[in-house]
């Protein structure tokens, strides 16, 4: 069936009645942390929440002020979840989300465009797309698009915006003649009810399930980001529309203003000084990386020249690296001397070193690695990796001196 949110897509508001709420669960993940909720799939006798499909993401809105939190078809129904139950047979109140709507309105009527005017102009068809959370992609069937192409695709989709235009949603009995006539990949083995045809006068009639604009002007502006690299000979074309360009505007202002600030020179200088700031960065870490191979040296001969020498030698350094900790233990080079080495922030993680006699080093080794909850690896009298607890190195000695003492010891 064609739903309300279909036949009127800028409906915001709208009162129908619940059909059937069924328990039900919905995977979620935020912040890479998966969770499944629990609640109900809840069928309306008409609904103005668009469930996902067409490439295009489903609505968010309420229902009697309760959240929907995700739209689905399924056959002819739209399955909304929401987490109270409602009872079959009463009124509810939708709500929609316009903002979300309006976005992907505009995100899939400016899709319909560039993929007309991408075929008329050149050739290209398109594949598939995807509407995107902070940018949208078209999937281009050529191995390659110019820039000059870009821009002159750019230009033409937006000479029809300003040319207002309109854009006619109709729907025809699956079979009609019409139907035969447009553009499409064909309907899913589910479809059921009227075919929908998107025209935009004079430019491109497709089949489609999506919501849409009824003007090109509600399109505002569309700005093409260039190109990338698709699978299989493909290019994907990456484009904003409408509020997009506009939101996008304002980060991109508001970032260069902070760099305004921070680099004290104008928009046009931003990108020299960076490269200047860049280039001196890579000097001041050449020249740290030299002092601490220095610093490494010195702190091994200061240990050699010391008469007493102990048989644990202990030394964490917050700024060092894995290669300051194995030119201590190379240059102390001494089988009699257990070496623990450590760097990285001590209440945080960090790398660590254990070097000195082989068999001692094999049996101990992986009992620092526990101390320290990290993993290591180790042969020929170095067993090293990462810690994550570096506020156990105190641990850590405890075991080597009390290790080593044992070992005096025995007869």
Aim: include cysteine; hydrophobic fraction near 35%; proline fraction near 4%.
């Amino acid at each position: 069936m064609a739903f309300k949110c279909q036949r009127d897509c800028w409906l915001q508001q709208f009162t129908t009645r619940v059909v059937s709420c069924c328990p039900a669960e919905l995977s979620t993940e935020t912040g890479g942390k998966k969770e499944k909720l629990q609640g109900y799939h809840v069928i309306l006798e008409d609904t103005i929440l668009f469930p996902e499909g067409g490439g295009q993401p489903d609505d968010r809105g309420l229902m009697n002020g309760i959240p929907v939190l995700r739209v689905t078809r399924q056959g002819p129904d739209a399955l909304h979840f929401i987490q109270t139950p409602l009872e079959p047979g009463s009124e509810v109140q939708l709500e929609l989300d316009w903002d979300r709507r309006f976005d992907h309105m505009q995100q899939h009527s400016g899709q319909h465009l560039i993929t007309a005017l991408a075929d008329l102009m050149f050739g290209f068809k398109t594949t598939s797309w995807e509407l995107g959370r902070q940018r949208s992609t078209i999937e281009l069937d050529t191995s390659s698009m110019t820039p000059e192409q870009v821009a002159a695709l750019e230009q033409s989709v937006n000479d029809k915006i300003r040319a207002r235009v309109p854009v006619v949603v109709r729907e025809f009995a699956v079979g009609d003649p019409e139907v035969e006539m447009v553009r499409s990949r064909g309907l899913p083995d589910d479809h059921t009810g009227p075919v929908r045809i998107i025209s935009i006068e004079g430019i491109d009639a497709n089949m489609c399930c999506g919501t849409h604009v009824s003007n090109l002007s509600d399109l505002q502006v569309v700005k093409l980001l260039g190109t990338e690299k698709g699978k299989k000979n493909k290019t994907n074309l990456v484009f904003l529309a409408g509020n997009r360009v506009l939101k996008t505007l304002e980060r991109n202002h508001t970032t260069e203003k902070a760099l305004t600030s921070l680099l004290k020179n104008g928009p046009e200088e931003h990108v020299e000084a960076v490269k200047r700031l860049q280039n001196s960065l890579k000097q001041l870490q050449k020249n740290n990386l030299n002092l601490l191979r220095d610093l490494a040296v010195l702190t091994a001969q200061s240990f050699k020249n010391n008469m007493a020498q102990e048989p644990v030698f202990v030394l964490h350094r917050k700024d060092g690296d894995s290669e300051f900790m194995n030119i201590i233990a190379n240059e102390i080079g001494n089988e009699k001397t257990l070496v623990f080495l450590s760097v990285g922030d001590e209440k945080a993680a960090g790398l660590f070193l254990l070097a000195g006699p082989p068999e001692t080093v094999e049996k101990l080794g992986p009992r620092v690695a526990e101390l320290l909850e990290g993993k290591g690896a180790g042969k020929h009298g170095r067993y090293q990796g990462k810690a994550t607890r570096m506020s156990q190195r105190a641990e850590v000695e405890t075991l080597l001196r009390g290790f080593i003492n044992e070992q005096s010891i025995e007869p």
